[in-house]
């Protein structure tokens, strides 16, 4: 049976996920969507846009437990979307990722946990297996405090905490995508770092369905992740040069930028091990052991099953073709291309 869904919080709820997450619910039904965030423009805009008074605006900062608090009371479930993001930002200012990601994180967690909140589902990223840069690193802290968080309660308790993690997101804010499309608009050439670099491709409304998913099946400490397709770098550009009908557009190859992957994961292989395939899912279980020394120390698993990390170079491989198709699917990719053609 379908769970209902009466008042929600965002944070970061100006954010692509949290608008696109926004408008989803006001088209649901739901009663009260609550948006929580630092950034008053951005509110303004999207107040404005909308004009939907089931929508209530909470100027804050995940950082601060207070703001946390008055946006939280009487809430039913979280969707948690609120971090800093950028990978090179959180490189040059690690302590600002923790304070946000990390226990900007376990306020929300808390909060949630106090206010007797029926449901809250953490937002993660692939970049947290096996991290390489520091928006990866809080990330795999968030999912890891979240995951202590669940385990203390236990599966009894009236709260339920979940994640999800999932790839790119397709134009999303600060993406490659949008930055492509500037650049071909601009007649400038398309900077790419490294041409074979594969990475996950998912349209935001792919990661609604996740948090829906995690929300309608989550377990106590659940981590949710959606299978995707994923490209090459020079396939995804080849195939938005196709679209805008400029084949001859300058490529500019400007070299690794910090803590780049070649590849990005989305699940290792011990993750998978114990996971549950659920068709356009994986539900990876909570390890509910305890701290206890026995267990940690002097027994292992008996039986384990082989598996492979699942990564963005042995997904599922669109050619330029599958690529075109699936950005054709985004309406802003589709805005783009028609106001380019018809200013032509």
């Not at 929600?8 to 649901?28: E, H, N, W, Y």
């Not at 946990?113 to 993660?124: E, F, Q, R, T």
């Amino acid at each position: 049976m379908k769970k209902t869904i009466n008042s929600v919080l965002i944070t970061g709820g100006t954010g692509s996920f949290g608008k696109t997450m926004l408008k989803d619910l006001l088209a649901t039904g739901v009663s009260e969507v609550r948006i929580l965030s630092r950034d008053e423009e951005k509110q303004d805009a999207l107040r404005n846009d909308l004009r939907d008074d089931r929508v209530r605006y909470y100027i804050g900062d995940i950082r601060d437990r207070g703001a946390v608090d008055r946006a939280m009371m009487g809430v039913h479930a979280v969707f948690h979307a609120a971090a800093l993001k950028q990978v090179p930002s959180c490189e040059f200012f690690p302590h600002e990722a923790v304070l946000t990601n990390v226990l900007g994180s376990e306020n929300v967690i808390r909060s949630a946990i106090a206010a007797n909140v029926k449901s809250v589902v953490c937002l993660s990223t692939d970049k947290a297996v096996f991290p390489v840069n520091v928006m990866g690193m809080s990330k795999a802290l968030m999912e890891k405090t979240a995951q202590a968080a669940a385990r203390t309660l236990g599966p009894d308790a009236d709260t339920i905490i979940s994640a999800v993690r999932y790839g790119n997101v397709m134009y999303s804010r600060g993406s490659a995508i949008p930055l492509f499309i500037r650049q071909i608009k601009s007649g400038i050439p398309i900077t790419v770092t490294e041409p074979t670099m594969t990475r996950f491709l998912m349209p935001l409304r792919y990661s609604v369905a996740l948090v829906h998913h995690a929300f309608e099946h989550a377990n106590q400490g659940d981590l949710f992740i959606k299978k995707a397709p994923a490209s090459t770098i020079i396939d995804l550009i080849n195939a938005l040069k196709e679209l805008f009908e400029v084949p001859d557009h300058p490529v500019e190859l400007i070299g690794w930028r910090h803590a780049e992957k070649l590849y990005e994961t989305l699940a290792s292989a011990q993750e998978l091990g114990s996971a549950e395939d659920m068709g356009d899912y994986y539900r990876i279980k909570l390890d509910m052991r305890d701290l206890n020394y026995k267990p940690y120390f002097s027994e292992g698993e008996q039986e384990i099953v082989q598996h492979e990390d699942y990564h963005s170079h042995n997904t599922e491989r669109l050619d330029i073709a599958g690529v075109e198709e699936l950005l054709l699917s985004l309406p802003e990719v589709r805005a783009e291309v028609d106001a380019w053609k018809a200013s032509r």
